[in-house]
């Protein structure tokens, strides 16, 4: 073992100056301001450095002022503390981060975000970088051309910037980016993003129209996230090297999945806003193909929108197909209504090992009570044929559910259902959600169900129950 | 099905501080230190400390024991441990400091180094120098000149006092 310095006790001696250099940055690290670390190189030699290698974060959000008028005054104020705060820090080493939130971007502050990243890319060798800005008056800042090559990013996060190139790309040391309302973005855009950016293992696209083709062959980027796609028209994706993708958000156009070959693990967390007067074929549609797309996907998780949709097309007759998933995430509280198209899909999930319905993505919306009632449902639910074999499903988790479950019909008839089913079932949790109003009657209740559940039909002889409250 | 009648027995480790003196803990306990973790996870039961004092192996295995048993019910006793815990001498604290440092307990070392901190921030430099016996080794020119390279950073008016 390698031997370090011992400390002996100095009689009145500097004792902090002794202690080895990293602790010293530690220490330093953790004055939050610049100016604080700065003035420690006035202390004695020992510390006439040491600041420039102290590792920082820097975040700055802009505050809001109380009304209309002083808010003008107060985005002025923050932003002169903004730059003389970097003053001190450009001389700084090692600044891992540095995150700009919230400025309600005019033309006017043009300037002053450019040397923002002027800092970013050229003073600082920063590895994380946010650029988040509102788009309040119409303007929207132009990401400037010389921020276009940079090799020190890892991680970077634009909220609200135009990208306009020139030049190509080269972001060669990217391995996470994030592209927030960037609004209008065209397939050469992201073409020239993507060649720039060898190393990218995570992309992310949040708020945006424009492209109708997105091809991705970085061989590096396994992980594509897609958030409330604002395209009219339909958007398909082309990634045959992606592992996990997730589809969020409201969407206004559809999404397809061309070729997602190497997809492991797949969120279905999307849904579209559905007017009163609306058929909603083609969303229908939409879903029937993403879930066919992702039929060979190990895992799977699906958002309140989609659990709905499932049931008008269990309504209308719709087979799923069979997939090869083995993990099942069901992001609902679902209600009575829910429960045949969630049965109809457990139907098409005979490989699954581990089911989870999570309670705390709760969905109002009344999509489903346009086309049946509840009571009708219900019947149905009883009286159809909704036998499937869960052959290998081994664990079922309930967590994040709100209050008293043993008087809620649907959870009932689902757990009833699930025991019947799950023939190999070992382990069956049932978890409430985060306890506020609610704690006392949850408590109660969970020492009832403790009592009852174990007593319902079941048939794995292993089965056993597991509450958490 | 697997056998139930095996009893169920904590794994223990030693530890040996630089005084030689040795301490039997729970596996669990020690682990959350990133050095005894990775002796662990190489076999060891028996980790030596040739950098770590009797004095603050005693204290540190006290807030590990305190974390370990970490529930949401206990979070107002354990705030109570910490803020006992650092109110110390800084002949104390830097030798926990060191000691945390060594056995890698991130959460521990963030600590320490924050009631450190504390106690430079907003204060003058002459205040900072006093409090912890800073010797100044700069001549009257070089300070000069040091202060006015960063000019800003010593405007204003700093906390004199040396609590």
């Known amino acids: 073992m390698e031997k370090q310095r011992k400390m002996m006790p100095m009689e009145g001696g500097d004792r902090l100056s002794d202690l080895p250099e990293s602790i010293l940055l530690h220490i330093l690290s953790m004055l939050l301001e610049g100016k604080e670390v700065v003035r420690t190189s006035v202390l004695s030699r020992r510390w006439r450095f040491l600041w420039m290698s102290v590792p920082v974060s820097l975040f700055f959000g802009f505050p809001y002022g109380e009304n209309q008028d002083d808010s003008k005054e107060v985005t002025l104020d923050y932003l002169a503390s903004v730059h003389r705060e970097l003053y001190y820090w450009k001389s700084f080493e090692k600044i891992r981060r540095f995150s700009v939130w919230g400025l309600r971007y005019e033309e006017c502050y043009v300037k002053d975000v450019d040397l923002w990243v002027h800092f970013a890319t050229k003073i600082a060798n920063i590895e994380d970088f946010t650029l988040g800005l509102f788009n309040m008056h119409d303007q929207r800042y132009e990401f400037p051309q010389f921020a276009y090559k940079n090799t020190s990013w890892r991680n970077l996060v634009l909220w609200d910037c135009q990208l306009n190139f020139s030049c190509r790309v080269n972001w060669s040391n990217l391995v996470s980016l994030t592209l927030m309302y960037l609004n209008y973005l065209t397939e050469g855009v992201m073409e020239n993003v993507l060649s720039g950016c060898p190393n990218l293992e995570c992309l992310q696209l949040d708020g945006f129209w424009g492209i109708r083709c997105l091809e991705i062959s970085n061989v590096k980027l396994r992980k594509l996230i897609i958030i409330n796609y604002e395209g009219d028209l339909s958007l398909e994706i082309l990634a045959p090297h992606i592992q996990n993708l997730q589809l969020k958000g409201s969407c206004r156009g559809e999404i397809y999945l061309r070729n997602v070959a190497s997809l492991v693990t797949a969120v279905l967390h999307l849904g579209f806003d559905i007017g009163d007067g609306d058929e909603f074929q083609k969303e229908s549609n939409c879903l029937k193909q993403l879930i066919h797309s992702v039929a060979p996907v190990e895992n799977l998780e699906l958002g309140p929108w989609c659990i709905k949709c499932l049931s008008i097309l269990e309504l209308k007759g719709w087979q799923p197909p069979p997939s090869r998933r083995k993990f099942l995430q069901l992001n609902n509280t679902f209600e009575q209504l829910d429960l045949p198209g969630i049965c109809r899909f457990l139907q098409s999930s005979s490989n699954l090992e581990t089911l989870v319905i999570d309670g705390f993505n709760h969905d109002t919306t009344n999509l489903l009570s346009k086309y049946i009632n509840e009571d009708e449902q219900s019947r149905r639910f009883e009286t159809h044929n909704f036998n499937c074999s869960l052959l290998h499903l081994k664990t079922i988790k309930f967590i994040n559910f709100l209050g008293p479950l043993r008087k809620n019909k649907s959870v009932l008839s689902s757990v009833k259902y699930l025991l019947k089913h799950a023939t190999v079932l070992e382990k069956f949790v049932i978890a409430a959600a985060y306890q506020g109003i609610y704690k006392g009657t949850t408590a109660k209740d969970y020492v009832k169900m403790e009592l009852e559940f174990p007593g319902f039909p079941r048939s794995s002889p292993h089965a056993s129950f597991i509450f958490s409250y | ?163």
């Open chain 2, 1 to 163: 099905m697997a056998s139930t009648t095996e009893t169920k027995q904590k794994k223990m480790l030693i530890l040996k501080s630089a005084d030689n003196d040795e301490f039997e803990i729970e596996e669990s306990v020690g682990v959350q230190s990133e050095t005894i973790k990775n002796l662990v996870e190489d076999g060891f039961t028996f980790v030596p400390l040739p950098n770590v004092y009797t004095k603050a192996l005693i204290k540190i295995i006290d807030y590990l024991k305190k974390h370990a048993n970490k529930t949401d019910s206990n979070d107002e006793e354990i705030k109570t441990f910490d803020k006992d815990f650092v109110n110390t001498t800084f002949d104390d604290l830097f030798e926990l400091v060191s000691a945390a440092n060594y056995l890698h307990i991130s959460c521990l070392m963030n600590m320490l180094c924050q009631t450190i901190a504390d106690r430079i921030k907003d204060k003058s430099p002459e205040a900072v120098r006093k409090i912890f016996h800073i010797n100044c080794d700069y001549t009257p020119e070089e300070e000069a000149k040091i202060r006015k390279a960063n000019a800003q950073a010593f405007e204003g008016q700093f906390d004199e006092s040396l609590d």
